[in-house]
Nanobody
Framework: VQLQASGGGLVQAGGSLRLSCAASGRTFSAYPMGWFRQAPGKEREFVAAVTWSGSTDYADSVKGRFIISRDNAANMVYLQMNRLKFEDTAVYYC???????????WGQGTLVTVSS
């Protein structure tokens, strides 16, 4: 099972980035997928999640700015990040649930750097 995240980079505050996560080795279409992030010196935190049917959940810090989506046929998950802030700087990880409520599959992370 592999999750490959991509799309990170350097962006100015107020800008946008779109992260992608490609899943292989397992069909994730029936399972919730999520994005997490870890900023320097901080613990990893939840960012957003999407169920197989498209229902979404967001951390309060990104609500209204980030949009999570998925393409079940392509086994892809996306995170559209708008109005980026300096505090969004972090390594972003995509993850898939291996059992209800447990994210057991993790990608390698992609770095997002927001310059102020």
């Amino acid at each position: 099972v592999q999750l490959q995240a991509s799309g990170g980079g350097l962006v100015q505050a107020g800008g946008s980035l779109r992260l992608s996560c490609a899943a292989s080795g397992r069909t994730f279409s029936a399972y919730p997928m999520g994005w997490f992030r870890q900023a320097p010196g901080k613990e990893r935190e939840f960012v957003a999640a999407v169920t197989w049917s498209g229902s979404t959940d967001y951390a309060d810090s990104v609500k209204g700015r980030f949009i999570i989506s998925r393409d079940n046929a392509a086994n892809m998950v996306y995170l559209q990040m708008n109005r980026l802030k300096f505090e969004d700087t972090a390594v972003y990880y995509c993850a898939g649930q291996s059992s209800p409520g447990t994210y057991g599959y993790w990608g390698q992370g992609t770095l997002v750097t927001v310059s102020s």
